[in-house]
């Protein structure tokens, strides 16, 4: 084991953002992590676990420790008649994962196809797209506690999922490195069309028999056409957070913005459309020399190269402020920021 120091994290993360980190590591296997992690300790700088860098904007150097998760490996553990329990590392690409059980017809997660980073970090902000979330096929997962290398399994209660949220944002942030992830998906799928753009595509695409692969090719082909391409574009996908307020705020926004987009969450609350109200507030396709709002989806702010985190951590600032005033609504930042 030995650590680079000063590496650049520039093809590390998503935004493209040059900056470095002090020290540097990659791991393959628990017995590597450990050995690292005894070494860190007796340094006990900030750590940072790196998985594809694709939900975080570096807004300076990372003064501290960054070690890439690179734990593979898929199987599956467990079958019965309608089920089977898929366990994937920490480091798999999360659509790799998708990708092989779409071809084992193991249904459940082919609404999140394409969603970039990591089996490790999917767990982190409950990921999520086309109305399924990855609470909805979580089994459990393994987690080494930093403190003291103990290996922990969290099942789903104890992982407290929220929407965009988890236990390891919170209540245990930088104590956990997620080693693995275990699946529970269906022989018998439960087909899910009806958000979005879904049924659209399908018909498009002329599918008469629905199939999981139909419905992952589906939301690829939206995705690919909707979303900027990390590698021609910098980003981190959505900037924010769809904000969940009260139904009575709901209705009284409702009278000034008749076509403001809302859905129902619970009896009380309604989640906004974030990407709603910033084009509504005129971000949309607002460009500042090399970054910005993305022309075709506003809920995502972009590097077009060489621009540096700060600026785009201050556009997010002003686009917080602008939504406040304009809407009386309080936008929170989906992305990590370091
Ligand atoms: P990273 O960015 O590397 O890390 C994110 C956070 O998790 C960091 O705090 C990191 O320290 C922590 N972390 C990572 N791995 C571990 C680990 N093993 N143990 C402990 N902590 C860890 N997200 C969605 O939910 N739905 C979407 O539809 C979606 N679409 C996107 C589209 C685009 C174009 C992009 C660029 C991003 C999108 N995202 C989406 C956001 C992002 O892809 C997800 O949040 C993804 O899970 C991040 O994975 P990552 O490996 O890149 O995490
Ligand atoms: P969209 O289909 O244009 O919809 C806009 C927003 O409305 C979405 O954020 C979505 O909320 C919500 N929505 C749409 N239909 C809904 C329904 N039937 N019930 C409840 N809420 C509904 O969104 P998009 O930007 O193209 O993204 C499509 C999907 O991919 C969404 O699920 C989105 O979360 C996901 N995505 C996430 C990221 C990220 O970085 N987090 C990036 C790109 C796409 P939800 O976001 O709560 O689903």
């Not at 593979?72 to 008649?81: A, R």
């Not at 008749?258 to 619970?266: A, F, L, M, R, S």
Request: with cysteine; hydrophobic share 40%; glycine share 8%.
């Amino acid at each position: 084991m030995s650590f680079i120091y000063n590496q650049s994290l520039k093809t590390l993360n998503t935004f493209g953002i040059e900056a470095s980190a002090q020290r540097f590591s990659r791991c393959g296997s628990i017995e590597e992590l450990v050995s690292i992690l005894d070494e860190w300790k007796k340094k006990k700088d900030n750590l940072l676990i790196l998985g594809g860098g694709s939900n975080i904007l570096f807004t300076k150097d990372f003064e501290g420790t960054v070690l890439k998760n690179e734990l593979m490996g898929i199987e599956v553990v467990k079958e019965n008649e309608n089920h089977i329990w898929v366990k994937a590392g920490a480091g798999e690409v999360w659509h790799d994962l998708v990708m092989y059980c779409v071809k084992n017809n193991f249904a459940g997660i082919e609404n999140m196809a394409l969603i970039p980073g990591c089996v490790g970090a999917a767990p982190m902000q409950n990921i999520g797209a086309y109305g399924v979330e990855l609470k909805d096929v979580f089994e459990s997962l393994d987690a080494l506690k930093i403190e003291d290398n103990s290996i922990c399994n969290f099942d789903l209660e104890a992982c407290e999922f929220g929407y965009r949220e988890s236990v390891f944002k919170r209540k245990y942030k930088n104590q956990y490195i997620i080693l693995s992830v275990v699946l529970k998906l269906s022989k018998k799928p439960e087909f899910k069309t009806s958000y979005g753009t879904i049924q659209q595509q399908l018909k498009e695409n002329g599918i008469q028999n629905l199939s999981i692969q139909a419905i992952a090719d589906a939301v690829i082909q939206i995705r690919r056409s909707k979303l900027p391409d990390p590698v021609e574009i910098g980003n981190a996908g959505s900037f924010f957070k769809n904000p969940e307020i009260t139904n009575e705020k709901f209705y009284s926004l409702k009278e000034n913005f008749p076509d403001i987009v809302g859905y129902p969450v619970g009896d009380l609350h309604t989640k906004l459309a974030a990407g709603w109200l910033i084009e509504k507030a005129g971000w949309k396709g607002k460009t500042f020399e090399n970054f910005g709002v993305h022309k075709h989806q506003a809920l995502v702010l972009v590097n077009y190269g060489g621009a540096k985190g700060e600026e785009i951590y201050a556009l997010s600032g002003q686009i917080i402020e602008a939504i406040r005033q304009k809407f009386g609504v309080e936008l929170e930042r989906e992305v990590n920021i370091y």
